[in-house]
């Protein structure tokens, strides 16, 4: 029962042109959809945010956005940096604050950025 | 200085055996929690601490046995090994008002051999 879904294993860019990553996913409940970055041999660590009462936020060269009525949203990444490739985690909560609320994770896309 | 530290990094053992990952954070928040990492690369929430009770108990068999001393500190403990439990353990920190922005820890990865 996967409820993110990030279909595309992996994605190869040019460094300076656009990464578009994916994630779709089927719980309305979701009112908090995050995207982590992990390097090898590393814990995943944050990256950006949205509210799902929201339907872009951006934050430097990342942006996130929200397609409600399509469950689906996407990180943008401009320009793509070589220091960028890395696996990137789309994740969804329901309720941001407290203690029982917790993260549900897609499985990953793997971004290589060729210089 | 690590915000989130575990250890062992690095765990082979043979199936029947007990192991535990030991992990702390040094960063004040409330919230720990144990994320397992399978062969699929999915990241699955185990359990979750606040201020040493537990709150989130995911469908995880009784062998595995978190415990938490304090609230910088999150041990897992588990009996038994089987193959299956062959994965990367993530331990996590978070405050309970921002529990998207969870902080991990670089993982420890069990091989049961």
């Known amino acids: 029962d996967q409820q993110v879904k990030q279909n595309s294993p992996s994605l190869s860019v040019q460094e300076g042109r656009i990464s578009i990553l994916n994630c779709d996913y089927t719980?309305?409940?979701?009112?908090?959809f995050l995207w982590y970055k992990k390097y090898p041999a590393e814990g995943p660590t944050f990256l950006i945010s949205?509210?799902?009462?929201?339907d872009k936020n951006e934050d430097g060269r990342f942006t996130v956005f929200l397609n409600k009525s399509a469950k689906h949203l996407s990180l943008h990444i401009v320009p793509s940096q070589p220091g960028d490739s890395a696996v990137y985690f789309c994740?969804?909560?329901?309720?941001?604050?407290?203690?029982?609320?917790?993260?549900?994770f897609g499985k990953g896309i793997t971004l290589s950025v060729r210089p | 200085d690590t915000a989130v530290s575990q250890t062992p990094k690095y765990l082979v053992t043979q199936m029947g055996n007990d192991k535990s990952i030991k992990c702390e954070q040094n960063?004040?928040?409330?919230?720990m929690y144990w994320y397992k990492q399978d062969s699929k690369k999915f990241l699955k929430i185990m359990f979750s601490?606040?201020?040493?009770?537990?709150?989130i108990n995911e469908t995880v068999p009784n062998r595995f046995s978190p415990k938490s001393p304090d609230k910088a500190h999150l041990n897992l403990h588990i009996n038994s090994l089987e193959l299956g439990d062959s994965a990367v353990y993530f331990c996590?920190?978070?405050?309970?008002?921002?529990?998207?922005?969870?902080?991990f820890g670089e993982g420890s990865r069990l091989t049961v051999l």
């Open positions: 996590a920190s978070s405050q309970w008002t921002d529990a998207g922005e969870l902080f």
């Open positions: 719980n309305s409940m979701f009112d908090y």
């Open positions: 949205i509210s799902s009462i929201k």
């Open positions: 994740a969804a909560i329901v309720g941001y604050t407290g203690a029982n609320s917790k993260l549900t």
């Open positions: 960063l004040g928040h409330d919230t």
């Open positions: 601490y606040n201020n040493k009770e537990l709150i």
